[in-house]
């Protein structure tokens, strides 16, 4: 088969990355910038890069869905202990205030540290949590 003679100019970044691809699949500068060329002029070259952006954003819209979930089963579970809290909980007589702001300021470190220790080993409460569970009417 007869081929045609092409010289192009490239940046140098281009040039570098086109040598490195080619010489990890052992392959010509050549071979490679014809099969990009191809691919680049070929009539399924939208669908294919429209596939692989629908496959992209499938993929983050899945992402999505469970950072939507965690961040409401978050949001739930400090509702319901605040709610919780709020109603059982009776303030404290005015005497007694600074006596327990100190005793809060010491729970409050170590429960941020259990918290930190819990985030890093697992297992996380959104795991914990069921997502076929279905939630009961109000």
Same mark, same amino acid.
């Given at each position: 088969?007869? #081929?045609?003679?092409?010289?192009? $100019?490239?940046?140098?970044?281009?040039? /570098? *990355?086109?040598?490195? $691809?080619?010489?990890?699949?052992? /392959?010509?500068?050549?071979?490679?910038?014809?099969?990009? &060329? *191809?691919?680049?002029?070929?009539?399924? !070259?939208?669908?294919?890069?429209? +596939?692989?952006? *629908? #496959?992209?954003?499938?993929?983050?819209?899945? #992402?999505? *869905?469970?950072? @939507?979930?965690?961040? !409401? =089963?978050?949001?739930?579970? =400090? +509702? /319901?202990?605040?709610?919780?809290?709020?109603?059982?909980?009776?303030?404290?007589?005015?005497?007694?205030?600074?006596?327990?702001?100190?005793?809060?300021?010491?729970? $409050?470190? +170590?429960? &941020? @540290?259990?918290?930190?220790?819990?985030?890093?080993?697992?297992?996380?409460?959104? @795991?914990?949590?069921?997502?076929?569970?279905?939630?009961?009417?109000?």
């Amino acid at each position: 088969m007869s #081929k045609d003679r092409l010289s192009v $100019y490239l940046d140098r970044d281009i040039m /570098q *990355a086109l040598a490195s $691809y080619a010489d990890r699949r052992g /392959q010509s500068r050549s071979l490679v910038a014809e099969a990009a &060329i *191809a691919s680049f002029l070929s009539p399924d !070259g939208d669908e294919r890069r429209e +596939a692989a952006m *629908a #496959k992209r954003i499938d993929r983050l819209d899945r #992402k999505m *869905a469970r950072i @939507e979930r965690d961040v !409401g =089963i978050s949001v739930e579970m =400090i +509702a /319901q202990f605040v709610r919780f809290w709020l109603t059982s909980t009776p303030p404290p007589p005015e005497t007694e205030r600074a006596a327990l702001r100190r005793l809060g300021n010491d729970r $409050y470190d +170590a429960f &941020i @540290e259990a918290l930190g220790r819990r985030l890093a080993n697992g297992p996380k409460i959104r @795991e914990e949590i069921r997502e076929d569970v279905t939630p009961l009417s109000e």
